[in-house]
């Protein structure tokens, strides 16, 4: 039993993702209610230089379960992955009297965590929050759902237009080096195919989805694109089918930022309080430098280092099916 932990900071990093509001309640409550004193750090690791820290009550948290985007806000800050920008940060949590700290965020974000961990001895419990589901020791992270549903959706209007000028769409989704959310937004909209990172050969899982299409005299092709799967991305994808395939002329549909908004599903709420109170309970553990995840619907500790470095498949199976039901 960590006595020794008074203080808790938290901080919201990297990418926003729907959820983040929830488990910044979850922490704040799950730490007031273990007698601990909350510090919200505003603007990621670039708060935490700048010593943008302030006090939370439960009231400071009230109302924000259905909010979309971080109340915390969020940034990206090169400063915080020198040294010197650490050891500014170190003096925030010092000059504050933070004795452990907790941020919600992707890799990058535990990649920072982990080595002010190593080099200052602090604490740190990191709680996976990104649309891009990309963490290794999870089955999902926050905010995933969420975006899975709004590409989902996007891909659904999309699809109503396709069908009545008989189109090819290409739709470009977010996910950094990740598949997770083209491939699994492909299988809940019925799209003809999706192009990711993890399968190469991209020219042959086009050719097949398109000739897919003319085969089956299907009346509109959905063809979901990862925006990092191919050198510039959709746009690039749908001049190769301009060049081969004249008879189709493919429009292009970025999704964009409009993928990380919106009201957290229910889903996204549940794991971002579940996740938000393991932390607390992590700390109340005497666990160090770890990540709160999901295992099979159960909370799991898993080592920040690992969670980092290990590399989460995407799922042979959901890969199968994709293929199979797009015939
Ligand atoms: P998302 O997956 O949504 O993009 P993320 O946490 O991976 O989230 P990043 O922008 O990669 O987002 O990282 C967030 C912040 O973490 C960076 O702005 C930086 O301050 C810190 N960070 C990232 N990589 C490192 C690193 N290698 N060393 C130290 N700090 C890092």
């Given at each position: 039993m960590s006595y020794s932990i008074k203080t808790i900071g938290v901080l919201t990093s990297g990418g926003d993702a729907p959820g983040m509001n929830a488990a910044v309640r979850a922490v704040t409550r799950a730490a007031i209610i273990n007698n601990m004193r909350v510090k919200a750090i505003f603007r990621g690791y670039k708060g935490l230089i700048d010593g943008e820290v302030q006090e939370f009550t439960?009231?400071?948290?009230?109302?924000?379960?259905?909010?979309?985007?971080?109340?915390?806000k969020s940034a990206r800050c090169a400063?915080?992955?020198?040294p010197e920008g650490r050891k500014k940060a170190y003096e925030t949590l010092q000059r504050e009297q933070i004795d452990a700290l907790i941020v919600i965020g992707g890799d990058g974000t535990f990649t920072g965590a982990r080595d002010l961990a190593q080099e200052y001895n602090i604490p740190i419990i990191g709680i996976p929050g990104t649309i891009?589901?990309?963490?290794?020791?999870?089955?999902c992270t926050i905010g995933y759902d969420t975006a899975l549903n709004t590409v989902m959706e996007c891909v659904d209007k999309l699809r109503d237009t396709g069908t009545s000028h008989e189109r090819l769409f290409l739709v470009e989704v977010m996910g950094r080096d990740a598949g997770f959310l083209t491939l699994n937004a492909a299988i809940a909209a019925g799209a003809e195919a999706a192009i990711i990172p993890e399968r190469e050969a991209v020219a042959e899982q086009l050719k097949a989805a398109v000739g897919q299409g003319q085969r089956k005299h299907k009346n509109s092709s959905i063809v979901l694109v990862q925006e990092?799967?191919?050198?510039?991305?959709a746009m690039a994808v749908a001049k190769v089918v301009e060049e081969h395939h004249p008879e189709y002329s493919p429009r292009v549909s970025i999704l964009g930022h409009l993928q990380r908004g919106g009201s957290p599903s229910a889903y996204d709420r549940i794991i971002a309080s579940r996740l938000g109170c393991a932390a607390i309970q992590a700390l109340l553990d005497d666990q160090r430098n770890i990540m709160v995840g999901i295992q099979n619907g159960e909370i799991a500790y898993v080592p920040l280092v690992k969670a980092i470095k290990q590399k989460k498949d995407i799922k042979q199976d959901e890969w199968e099916a994709l293929q199979t039901l797009s015939i």
């Open positions: 439960s009231q400071d948290v009230s109302g924000i379960i259905q909010r979309g985007g971080t109340i915390l400063e915080f992955m020198t891009d589901n990309d963490l290794w020791g999870t089955d990092h799967a191919v050198e510039g991305g």
